[in-house]
């Protein structure tokens, strides 16, 4: 699984609805405490609610907040209602798998693949938004994760010098 944007604000919502469970936190608070524009943020939020992570209170004395205890909101959760997979492959996804003709002998599936999704599992599922909660409580962001996150540009970036260097080896052999 990797990280996208999106999850770190989740999770920057998550950790600040979390921090403070005992009353309903405005669109415009979260916005001013993550940093989040609010058309974003929105956007999070409506995926949150509509997951079960996080209830709605519409009026003048609404706002969101966590649907259950900060301890018992795991970011496994909040991945999940981000509708976003979990897996590394989609051939080892539990909520949308791809037929692999391979898959009954892929070794790097059943030994690789199936594992890493497993532990990606339970890392999520061990991990709540009381954790979350305390980075907030201790001033920490997510503002440096977001420029650690993995962009296509970099990623593409990586294969050309292979490539080059692959090209290179066939001229000289």
């Given at each position: 699984m990797r990280l996208l944007s999106l999850d770190v604000y989740a999770f920057q919502?998550?950790?600040?609805?979390?921090?403070?469970?005992?009353?309903?936190?405005?669109?415009?608070?979260?916005?001013?405490?993550?940093?989040?524009?609010?058309?974003?943020?929105?956007?999070?939020?409506?995926?949150?609610?509509?997951?079960?992570?996080?209830?709605?209170?519409k009026g003048c004395s609404g706002g969101y907040r966590?649907?259950?205890?900060?301890?018992?909101?795991?970011?496994?959760?909040?991945?999940?209602?981000?509708?976003?997979?979990?897996?590394?492959?989609s051939c080892v996804s539990l909520s949308a798998p791809s037929q692999c003709a391979a898959a009954q002998c892929c070794q790097a599936r059943q030994g690789v693949y199936e594992q890493l999704r497993a532990a990606t599992?339970?890392?999520?599922?061990?991990?709540?938004?009381?954790?979350?909660?305390?980075?907030?409580?201790?001033?920490?962001?997510?503002?440096?994760?977001l420029k650690h996150l993995w962009h296509p540009q970099f990623e593409s970036a990586l294969h050309r010098p292979f490539e080059g260097d692959q090209a290179q080896v066939l001229a000289s052999g």
């Open positions: 919502a998550v950790g600040y609805l979390g921090a403070h469970p005992e009353r309903w936190i405005t669109a415009a608070e979260l916005c001013a405490q993550t940093g989040l524009r609010r058309a974003f943020m929105v956007r999070v939020l409506a995926s949150l609610v509509r997951g079960n992570v996080v209830l709605s209170k966590l649907a259950r205890a900060p301890q018992v909101v795991t970011l496994y959760d909040v991945v999940r209602s981000l509708e976003r997979p979990v897996a590394p492959l599992h339970q890392v999520l599922a061990r991990s709540t938004a009381a954790d979350l909660a305390r980075d907030v409580q201790g001033g920490v962001t997510y503002d440096t994760c």
